[in-house]
């Protein structure tokens, strides 16, 4: 898009562009989301900036109406692989907070003074500007969600003091804290205890939540995941583990338009809040342009029936990507429901009970350090297995394989390939799950060779479909779900 393209968006009020950019208007100082339902400013008077920590270091507030801080992040950061597409999505996980600049330049392997250049050169903020607008949005997700006092809410939110915290809701919000506390629209507090921080989680576009919920659910590992409720109005609960301590992310399913999953977070320490929400956001494929997807998948007469059949379809990521890669591990050459009952083996255990159960969630995922040096004779698999998941674990447990949301996907695939026991479907699986590549095509999966054949398409086709395989991938999954492939191809598939 060039300025006059995103002009034109902010005058129809287009919310496909929110969170892809934001404009700022120059006589009054504020920024905005583009679906802004204020008055369209005049040409001469908007200022374009591609991340709101850009338009905030311009000196611009955020717009109360329309909440700019609020939407979804750009699809931008999920299908770019350069380092400022890294650097965006460790930012997001919080990794400036717990590890400062130069944490995550030591991640990225580039010196400090490279990624605040390259940072500053594309996005107009550096890495300490876009970390300080995330730390705000936190913070005003728990003033207006619970009773906590400020100093509590600083801390939590990642602020290194309250006056630095005092500061800088005045410098975004135009306001105090307790002025933006009073205007919660008379919504009930909670204490971020027993009631958990609830969220409204944004999403663009349409959202095929029945597949991914289902999806999710057939893959259910006892104690550490459960999906309650009828269809429609299904709640996706699961454990997590985080930087600071543990946590329950409870999110329930939403049909039709809405612009949001309802999401509550119970934290057992609140600084965990920034990352939850990432990780949540990520297992989710919140911040996904299901309308690039469609454009380009839909172009293709061979796709173009099942993307009309499934608008706003999501590649559902990972919560966890240790947890990921092993349960990609114990899927291997086995049904969905073979893998399921080894991950539910391995949790029983080897999982960290929580303090209390809450329902059905009694577990942590086991660490990949303690499965490393486990006999893991609990699990009924052949021994080639147990050798490739200790060695997985001890990979990740060392670092020798990084998986978090800043590793070098190329680097990563390469690296987990030179394991002993880990295959093309494994490393192409934690590749599109764990590390959220979009463009994965499975080409040595089962139901996905049956789709293709489903379709009358080959591989050869799939190159026309980039840079968005990995939802391709999941169209042809879906295919096979209602198109009356026989049970014994279901059967032979990995666990996806």
């Not at 602020?159 to 005045?170: E, K, M, P, Y």
């Not at 059949?309 to 969905?336: F, I, K, M, T």
């Not at 394991?419 to 764990?434: K, N, Q, S, V």
């Amino acid at each position: 898009m060039n300025e006059e393209s995103r002009y034109e968006a902010v005058c129809s009020r287009d919310g496909r562009f929110d969170g892809e950019f934001f404009f700022a208007v120059a006589t009054t100082g504020i920024y905005c989301r583009p679906s802004c339902p204020a008055v369209t400013p005049k040409r001469k008077n908007v200022r374009f900036y591609p991340t709101a920590a850009a338009a905030q270091g311009s000196g611009f507030r955020a717009c109360r109406r329309c909440r700019p801080d609020a939407v979804p992040g750009s699809a931008e950061w999920n299908a770019r692989a350069d380092v400022v597409g890294r650097a965006m999505r460790l930012i997001g996980d919080g990794v400036v907070d717990r590890e400062g600049v130069a944490g995550l330049a030591a991640r990225l392997g580039y010196s400090a003074r490279q990624v605040q250049r390259q940072l500053n050169a594309e996005l107009g903020a550096g890495p300490v500007a876009l970390a300080r607008a995330q730390r705000a949005h936190t913070a005003r997700v728990l003033l207006r969600t619970t009773q906590l006092q400020s100093a509590e809410i600083a801390f939590a939110a990642g602020f290194a003091s309250v006056r630095q915290f005092n500061d800088t809701i005045r410098t975004i919000y135009a306001g105090t804290p307790s002025e933006l506390r009073a205007a919660r629209q008379g919504r009930t507090a909670r204490d971020g205890g027993p009631g958990g921080v609830p969220l409204r989680l944004a999403y663009r576009g349409p959202y095929a939540s029945t597949e991914l919920f289902d999806y999710l659910g057939r893959r259910a590992i006892a104690g550490i995941e459960e999906l309650t409720g009828e269809p429609g109005g299904r709640t996706y609960r699961r454990t997590l583990r985080l930087p600071h301590g543990t946590g329950i992310a409870e999110i329930r399913e939403r049909t039709g338009e809405g612009g949001w999953l309802e999401c509550r977070l119970h934290l057992s320490e609140l600084r965990d809040l920034t990352t939850a929400t990432q990780r949540v956001r990520r297992l989710f494929d919140l911040d996904a342009d299901p309308y690039a997807v469609a454009e380009r998948l839909g172009a293709d007469p061979l796709l173009s029936a099942l993307v009309e059949r499934r608008p706003g379809l999501r590649a559902p990521g990972a919560a966890d990507e240790h947890e990921l890669a092993v349960r990609a591990v114990l899927g291997q050459q086995v049904s969905v429901a073979a893998g399921q009952k080894l991950g539910n083996a391995l949790v029983a255990a080897y999982g960290e009970q929580l303090p209390a159960p809450s329902g059905g969630l009694t577990h942590v995922f086991p660490q990949t350090g303690e499965l490393a040096e486990a006999p893991l004779a609990d699990l009924r698999m052949p021994d080639s297995r147990r050798v490739a998941l200790r060695t997985i674990s001890a990979a990740l447990a060392d670092g020798t394989v990084r998986l978090d949301p800043g590793a070098d996907r190329d680097q990563a695939e390469e690296d987990l390939l030179s394991l002993r026991g880990i295959g093309p479907w494994t490393a192409g699986y934690i590749r599109m799950r764990a590390l959220g590549d979009p463009d994965v095509l499975l080409t040595g999966d089962a139901a996905v060779r049956a789709g293709l054949e489903r379709i009358g398409a080959s591989t050869a086709d799939a190159g026309g479909w980039r840079p968005w395989r990995t939802y391709a991938t999941h169209h042809l999954w879906n295919a096979k779900s209602t198109s009356g492939i026989s049970s014994s191809i279901k059967e032979r598939n990995d666990d996806r």
